[in-house]
Structure formats: structure tokens, C-alpha cells
């Protein structure tokens, strides 16, 4: 053995030592957040402008709050008797070294009906993308190839069409409570940084099914697990910066940061490494959520309009889930009790996590075995068209190696 374990053995003391150090500091940071942000309770408007002056300067994610920040949502009543729909998608990306550019989106689709007519529909529905208008978005004289990130934009963004066509087909009893989910965010973060013409391309579609189910009256939520948003802890952030005065309209600007030219360690780095979670891990228990933020992560800001972005946190069992839902959602007190009820009593059926997304989970997942089933499909019918192969050499090597 050429590994000196009595050397490691030290090192691995003094790692331990230096957690124990770390934890004890930390939970000395999390009291004081704690207490901050219970001292600023009543002076939600002054923290909304701080967010909205800070908004361009503060190198950090913002959220805005919308309630008061002592609020804890309780639930009266759980349901027994209602309709949830839930999309979720995969993909096979074009391969380069493959015979022909295609791609493949699975869109897995769920509905369940509980109570006294219950019921259930789920499919996988696949769709091969391979023409040139499939395969690239044109702008002028520009081929922008749909691959690679821009096509999971595109999955994610056929994942949110799929979900309205179903909600629209299956949801249609207006006297139970109903609900579309979808698993992770609906802030299309990909798109941020986008090229302006990707970016528009894709939200324009997004937006309208959003719209859609706006029009149509059924509350649109996502679902996401383990989350690690920062964005409350931006506001907090705010609540410690020194430079910080809605009075004279200045909010945090870091690169001109007070502390910082003093020598000094910045005050708002008592948040530093803590998430949102951390706040309302100690303040609810289960079955109760959050106040709701609003984000003010630019894409949703600057593109979303009537459908910018609100969250809230939930504790279900050990998880603290975040749900994110529109603005016209989260402006609709019976609406928000109505997504709260409907994703806890999902996330209790499915022991933790909501069984409407692990249906359309299982229908959406394209296994390895199903994608090598895909490519010989696609093989054949090229050879039956008698279409030259042009394999690269690449891709022989791949073949040859797996039999």
C-alpha cells in the first residue's frame, strides 16, 4: 500500500475539527438571519423597494416579498375529491457521429382524478424531430442547430404545451378543485443569456401556454425537490448591507461596496453559504408553507409580464419543497390554498414527492436499452431507403466496443 495513512489520519483530525468549528459558526449566523428577519415583520414595503433599487447593482439573486414575512399558510382541509394533470420530458440529442441529424422528445403525461368518480390516463408521446426547420432556427441568413442546450430549452418548453393540452382535455370539471404540475422551475433560466432571438423564440411559446391556462381558469404549479434557491437570502442580504437607504433611493451596489473600501468583511456576508431553506427549515412544520416571494430573476422580470414568477416554501415531512407559481396565481388567495392542499396531499400519496410527477416521470424516461432500439430503427430505415451511411469512424469504434 503506497497510500501513508498515518499522514491522512492527521489531515482527516483536522478536517473534522474544522467542520465542528464551521457548524457551531454557522448556526450562530442562522440565529442572528433568523432574528433579522423577524425584526423587519411589518416592513415588508421598504424591503420590496430595497429589492426593486438594488435590482441592477447587487450581485446576488433578489426576491421581493409579497405577504407579510411572519406568515406560515396552514391548510384548512385536504381534498378528496379532485383532478391534477403532470407532463414531464426526455430527450435523445442529434448525434454528430450518427447516420442522419434527428432528435427525439418523449413527453410523458399523466391525469388522476380522485374521490367519487376516480380515474387515470397515461401515455408517452414521442415525437421525431428531423426536417430542416426541426433542426435549426433561422434568422436571416443565420442556422442557429437546435441541439445541446437550446434543445432542452425546447423540450422544456414542449413539456409546459403538452401540460396545457391536457389540462385542457382532461380538467374540464369546474366544480372539483384542479391542477396542472410540472417537476422543476418554471423560470426559464437557460434562456437568461440567451441570443435575444432564441430567447424570444421560446418564451413567446412558453408564455402562451401559460396564458392559456390563465384563460381556462386552472392553476399552473411546479414542483421543485431539494431546492438550494438563494434568492430570499438575497433579500436578507440586503436587510444587513449598510449602504442600503429607500429613504434617499439607494440600494445595494456591491460593486461600490462601503465595507469593502473600509477593510472591512461585508455585512452581508453573514449569509453567505445559507440558502432559503436554512431560513424556513425551524419556522414550519409539516404541512405548512412560507411566505410568497416574488423572484426577480431578470428572465421572469424583464419577459414574463402577468406571469412573472412567485414561490413559496413547504414542508413535507423532511423536505422543504419550493413551489413556484405565476403571478395570477399567486394573486388569488383561493388559488394558492388550492395548490397548497393539492401538492401536499400528492406529495403524501407518493410517500414524499407528488405521485402525479413520478407517473409522468416513468411515461417520459427514455432507457439505454430504448435508445439503442431508437438508433437500429433509425439504421434500418435508412437502409431500406437505401440512404449511404456515412458512419464516422467514431461511432464504428462505439458500435464495435459495445457488441
Same mark, same amino acid.
Given at each position: 500500500?503506497?497510500?501513508?495513512?498515518?499522514?491522512?489520519?492527521?489531515?482527516?483530525?483536522?478536517?473534522?475539527?474544522?467542520?465542528?468549528?464551521?457548524?457551531?459558526?454557522?448556526?450562530?449566523?442562522?440565529?442572528?438571519?433568523?432574528?433579522?428577519?423577524?425584526?423587519?415583520?411589518?416592513?415588508?414595503?421598504?424591503?420590496?423597494?430595497?429589492?426593486?433599487?438594488?435590482?441592477?447593482?447587487?450581485?446576488?439573486?433578489?426576491?421581493?416579498?409579497?405577504?407579510?414575512?411572519?406568515?406560515?399558510?396552514?391548510?384548512?382541509?385536504?381534498?378528496?375529491?379532485?383532478?391534477?394533470?403532470?407532463?414531464?420530458?426526455?430527450?435523445?440529442?442529434?448525434?454528430?457521429?450518427?447516420?442522419?441529424?434527428?432528435?427525439?422528445?418523449?413527453?410523458?403525461?399523466?391525469?388522476?382524478?380522485?374521490?367519487?368518480?376516480?380515474?387515470?390516463?397515461?401515455?408517452?408521446?414521442? *415525437?421525431?424531430? %428531423?426536417?430542416?426547420?426541426? #433542426?435549426?432556427?433561422? &434568422?436571416?441568413? !443565420?442556422? $442557429?442547430?437546435?441541439?445541446? /442546450?437550446?434543445?432542452?430549452?425546447?423540450?422544456?418548453?414542449?413539456?409546459?404545451?403538452?401540460?396545457?393540452?391536457?389540462?385542457?382535455?382532461?380538467?374540464?370539471?369546474?366544480?372539483?378543485?384542479?391542477?396542472?404540475?410540472?417537476?422543476?422551475?418554471?423560470?426559464?433560466?437557460?434562456?437568461?443569456?440567451?441570443?435575444?432571438?432564441? *430567447?424570444?423564440? %421560446?418564451?413567446?411559446?412558453? #408564455?402562451?401556454?401559460? &396564458?392559456?391556462? !390563465?384563460? $381556462?381558469?386552472?392553476?399552473? /404549479?411546479?414542483?421543485?425537490?431539494?431546492?438550494?434557491?438563494?434568492?430570499?437570502?438575497?433579500?436578507?442580504?440586503?436587510?444587513?448591507?449598510?449602504?442600503?437607504?429607500?429613504?434617499?433611493?439607494?440600494?445595494?451596489?456591491?460593486?461600490?461596496?462601503?465595507?469593502?473600501?473600509?477593510?472591512?468583511?461585508?455585512?452581508?456576508?453573514?449569509?453567505?453559504?445559507?440558502?432559503?431553506?436554512? #431560513?424556513?427549515?425551524?419556522?414550519?412544520?409539516?404541512?405548512?408553507?412560507?411566505?410568497?416571494?416574488?423572484?426577480?430573476?431578470?428572465?421572469?422580470?424583464?419577459?414574463?409580464?402577468?406571469?412573472?414568477?412567485?414561490?413559496?416554501?413547504?414542508?413535507?415531512?423532511?423536505?422543504?419543497?419550493?413551489?413556484?407559481?405565476?403571478?395570477?396565481?399567486?394573486?388569488?388567495?383561493?388559488?394558492?390554498?388550492?395548490?397548497?392542499?393539492?401538492?401536499?396531499?400528492?406529495?403524501?400519496?407518493?410517500?414524499?414527492?407528488?405521485?402525479?410527477?413520478?407517473?409522468?416521470?416513468?411515461?417520459?424516461?427514455?432507457?439505454?436499452?430504448?435508445?439503442?432500439?431508437?438508433?437500429?430503427?433509425?439504421?434500418?430505415?435508412?437502409?431500406?431507403?437505401?440512404?449511404?451511411?456515412?458512419?464516422?469512424?467514431?461511432?464504428?469504434?462505439?458500435?464495435?466496443?459495445?457488441?
Amino acid at each position: 500500500m503506497t497510500l501513508n495513512l498515518a499522514a491522512l489520519s492527521e489531515q482527516l483530525r483536522a478536517m473534522g475539527q474544522n467542520a465542528a468549528r464551521s457548524v457551531a459558526q454557522r448556526e450562530t449566523r442562522m440565529a442572528q438571519i433568523a432574528t433579522r428577519y423577524l425584526n423587519e415583520v411589518g416592513y415588508e414595503q421598504r424591503w420590496a423597494d430595497a429589492v426593486r433599487l438594488s435590482a441592477t447593482s447587487a450581485h446576488w439573486l433578489l426576491a421581493e416579498p409579497v405577504e407579510p414575512l411572519d406568515t406560515i399558510g396552514r391548510i384548512e382541509t385536504l381534498p378528496t375529491d379532485y383532478a391534477v394533470v403532470a407532463t414531464d420530458g426526455s430527450h435523445i440529442d442529434v448525434d454528430r457521429h450518427g447516420e442522419v441529424s434527428c432528435y427525439l422528445i418523449n413527453i410523458g403525461q399523466v391525469y388522476l382524478r380522485y374521490g367519487a368518480h376516480p380515474e387515470a390516463y397515461l401515455e408517452s408521446s414521442p *415525437r421525431l424531430y %428531423f426536417s430542416e426547420d426541426d #433542426l435549426y432556427l433561422h &434568422e436571416d441568413t !443565420r442556422r $442557429i442547430p437546435v441541439e445541446g /442546450a437550446v434543445l432542452s430549452v425546447r423540450r422544456d418548453v414542449e413539456e409546459g404545451v403538452a401540460l396545457g393540452r391536457f389540462a385542457a382535455m382532461y380538467l374540464n370539471d369546474t366544480t372539483i378543485p384542479r391542477l396542472a404540475l410540472q417537476d422543476g422551475t418554471l423560470i426559464r433560466w437557460a434562456l437568461a443569456n440567451a441570443d435575444e432571438f432564441i *430567447r424570444d423564440h %421560446f418564451l413567446g411559446q412558453y #408564455l402562451n401556454y401559460l &396564458e392559456q391556462m !390563465r384563460k $381556462i381558469g386552472i392553476p399552473v /404549479a411546479s414542483y421543485i425537490s431539494r431546492t438550494r434557491s438563494p434568492e430570499v437570502m438575497g433579500l436578507m442580504r440586503l436587510m444587513f448591507c449598510p449602504d442600503v437607504n429607500v429613504p434617499a433611493q439607494r440600494g445595494a451596489n456591491c460593486a461600490q461596496c462601503s465595507d469593502a473600501k473600509q477593510g472591512k468583511t461585508p455585512s452581508c456576508m453573514i449569509c453567505q453559504d445559507v440558502i432559503d431553506a436554512d #431560513l424556513f427549515a425551524t419556522r414550519l412544520q409539516e404541512g405548512e408553507r412560507s411566505p410568497i416571494f416574488r423572484s426577480w430573476s431578470r428572465i421572469s422580470i424583464e419577459g414574463y409580464g402577468d406571469h412573472q414568477i412567485h414561490f413559496f416554501f413547504l414542508r413535507i415531512g423532511r423536505e422543504l419543497a419550493r413551489i413556484e407559481i405565476p403571478a395570477w396565481v399567486a394573486g388569488q388567495p383561493d388559488m394558492v390554498a388550492q395548490v397548497h392542499a393539492l401538492v401536499y396531499d400528492q406529495a403524501m400519496r407518493g410517500q414524499g414527492y407528488p405521485v402525479v410527477l413520478q407517473r409522468a416521470h416513468e411515461q417520459a424516461v427514455i432507457r439505454s436499452a430504448e435508445r439503442r432500439v431508437f438508433e437500429q430503427m433509425v439504421a434500418g430505415v435508412l437502409r431500406q431507403a437505401e440512404v449511404p451511411t456515412g458512419v464516422s469512424a467514431k461511432r464504428e469504434r462505439k458500435q464495435f466496443i459495445q457488441g
